[in-house]
């Protein structure tokens, strides 16, 4: 079992930047294909990037590719995503998940853990 936990959300302003990072507890992550999600008030939780245990396979949506980057450090059980340029349409409460398979999926049915959330709110 694995227990995942969001920090670094908050409320920033249009274009202004933040990191949100999750941490592990439980069994190691390493092996294991993570992600995060998020999800807009009245609308379905949306991919927004995944790595795979090796770091080999990185997969961004479109609506964030060169805005947002994910990283992982395996070492301390925690995975991170950078952040910048944000838009008011970002604002989202955001998961992070964890798939045992290992690899990056864009789904989010082949996920297996899922953390609680953190609140991004980005003012205009």
């Known amino acids: 079992q694995v227990q995942l936990v969001e920090s670094g959300g908050g409320v920033v302003q249009a274009g202004g930047s933040l990191r949100l990072s999750c941490s592990a507890s439980?069994?190691?992550?390493?092996?294991?294909?993570l992600g995060w999600f998020r999800q807009a008030p009245g609308k379905e939780r949306e991919f927004v990037a995944a790595?795979?245990?090796?770091?080999?396979?990185?997969y961004v949506a479109d609506s964030v590719k060169g805005r947002f980057t994910i990283s992982r450090d395996s070492a301390k059980n925690t995975m991170f995503l950078q952040m910048n340029s944000l838009k008011p349409e970002d604002t989202a409460v955001y998961y992070c998940?964890?798939?045992?398979?290992?690899?990056?999926?864009?789904?989010?049915?082949?996920?297996?853990?899922w953390g609680q959330g953190t609140q991004v709110t980005v003012s205009s």
């Open positions: 439980g069994r190691t992550f390493s092996s294991y294909g």
């Open positions: 790595i795979s245990w090796s770091e080999n396979r990185i």
């Open positions: 998940a964890a798939a045992e398979s290992g690899w990056a999926p864009r789904n989010s049915y082949e996920y297996n853990f």
